[in-house]
């Protein structure tokens, strides 16, 4: 460590330890690498617009932007008020679902 009358020691660069990743880093890695997580999420599109989802949120958007007036809406201003009711009207048996493949494909990688 080098140190000054001025200010605090600062670390050297060699004696920076490598941060660990977490469970979570690790599985979204294998995810990844296996290219599971693209069929993760080719099965969530299908089984939102199955289930009607994605049209429900295209009409609280037009709904948000005919209110607002349609020039005065931006991607944000949707994003903003869009996910958390998006994120709210997911339906469980999506969820639950997905969460069983992820489940399945822990078990079957053995993390």
């Known amino acids: ?3 000054s009358i001025n200010r605090p020691p ?3 660069v060699d004696e920076e330890p490598e941060k660990e ?16 997580k693209e069929k993760l999420m080719e099965l969530l599109r299908e089984r939102l617009i199955e ?5 429900e949120m295209k009409a609280i958007c ?7 007036g349609r020039n005065n ?12 009711k998006g994120r709210a009207s997911v339906p469980d048996s999506v969820k639950a679902e997905l969460l069983q493949r992820i489940r399945s494909f ?6």
Do not use: F
């Open 73 to 84: 809406v931006t991607v944000d201003d949707l994003v903003h008020v869009v996910t958390p």
């Open 62 to 68: 037009r709904a948000y932007a005919r209110k607002k």
């Open 106 to 111: 822990l078990t079957s990688a053995a993390i």
């Open 21 to 36: 990743p977490t469970l979570q880093e690790i599985i979204n890695i294998k995810l990844i690498e296996s290219g599971e």
């Open 51 to 55: 289930c009607g989802w994605r049209d």
């Open 10 to 12: 600062t670390p050297d």
């Open 1 to 3: 460590m080098r140190s």
